[in-house]
């Protein structure tokens, strides 16, 4: 099973940029679904963006516009660029891999440990 490890959390002020790494353990190029989930105290775990391997993409629709998933296939590892970040989007975020042909939201997968995104002035 791919071993992940996320990176690239931390506290910005609200209208900021982070951008979140997740390197896998092994190659991703055969994995279908890379994808970052979030986290909120209280709330569900919710699907934030999720991205194929051929390159289609799924984004929460609170996220639209703002986040952009991308993976290097070549280093194993994916990202997601925060950009005007907003209190609301204070969570922790995990990475998936998911070899299931979806890109909506999935309880299977690898999952990461997280990282703490916190927004806040």
């Known amino acids: 099973q791919v071993q992940l490890v996320e990176s690239g959390g931390g506290l910005v002020q609200p209208g900021g940029s982070l951008r979140l790494s997740c390197a896998a353990s092994?190659?991703?190029?055969?994995?279908?679904?890379m994808a970052w989930y979030r986290q909120a105290p209280g709330k569900q775990r919710e699907l934030v963006a999720a991205?194929?391997?051929?390159?289609?993409?799924n984004y929460a629709e609170s996220v639209k516009g703002r986040f952009t998933i991308s993976r290097d296939n070549a280093k194993n590892t994916v990202f997601l660029q925060m950009n005007s970040l907003k209190p609301e989007d204070t969570a922790v975020y995990y990475c998936?891999?998911?070899?299931?042909?979806?890109?909506?939201?999935?309880?299977?997968?690898?999952w990461g440990q997280g990282t703490q995104v916190t927004v806040s002035s």
């Open positions: 991205m194929s391997n051929g390159g289609n993409t």
């Open positions: 998936n891999a998911n070899r299931i042909r979806t890109l909506a939201s999935s309880p299977f997968g690898s």
């Open positions: 092994e190659s991703i190029i055969s994995i279908y679904a």
